[in-house]
C-alpha cells in the first residue's frame, strides 16, 4: 500500500544552508532516501519551497479565488515529501520516524486512496 508522509516544521527554524548544521541535516536526508530506495520502498518525494511562494485557489460559485500563501495560518508548514510503498500502516510509521524532520516537526502519515 502507498502511504504520504508529510514533513512539517517552522520555516523559521530552518538551519541555513552552508552551515555544518544544514549538512548534518541533509546527510540524514540523503540516508533515509538511500535506504528507502535500497528497501524497495520509495515512490518518489520531495521538498517544497518557501511557504512565501504558495498561492491556494478556491472556487466559490463561477468565481475562482486566489489567495497568496498556504490555505491556513499554521504553527508548522508543509515543507516536503515521501511518497512510500509499504506493507502496512506499521511500516510507514516507522518509516517516518527516521525521516530528520520528524526531530523538530512533525511527519503526517497519510494512506493513498485507491478507487477501484
Do not use: H, W
Not at 502511504?3 to 517552522?10: F, K, N
Not at 533515509?32 to 518525494?45: C, L
Amino acid at each position: 500500500m502507498q502511504y504520504l508522509l508529510l514533513i512539517y516544521g517552522q520555516e523559521s527554524d530552518d538551519v541555513p544552508p552552508g552551515t555544518p548544521e544544514f549538512g548534518e541535516m541533509m546527510a540524514g536526508y540523503q540516508a533515509f532516501g538511500e535506504e528507502m530506495t535500497r528497501n524497495g520502498s520509495m515512490q518518489g518525494g520531495n521538498a517544497l519551497q518557501a511557504v512565501a511562494t504558495a498561492t491556494t485557489v478556491r472556487v466559490r460559485g463561477d468565481q475562482i479565488e486566489t489567495t497568496d500563501g498556504p490555505f491556513a495560518e499554521t504553527k508548522e508548514q508543509l515543507g516536503g515529501y515521501y511518497l512510500l510503498d509499504c506493507a502496512d500502516l506499521d511500516q510507514a510509521l516507522a518509516a517516518a520516524a527516521k525521516i530528520p524532520g520528524a526531530k523538530t516537526g512533525c511527519i503526517e502519515v497519510r494512506p493513498i486512496q485507491t478507487f477501484d
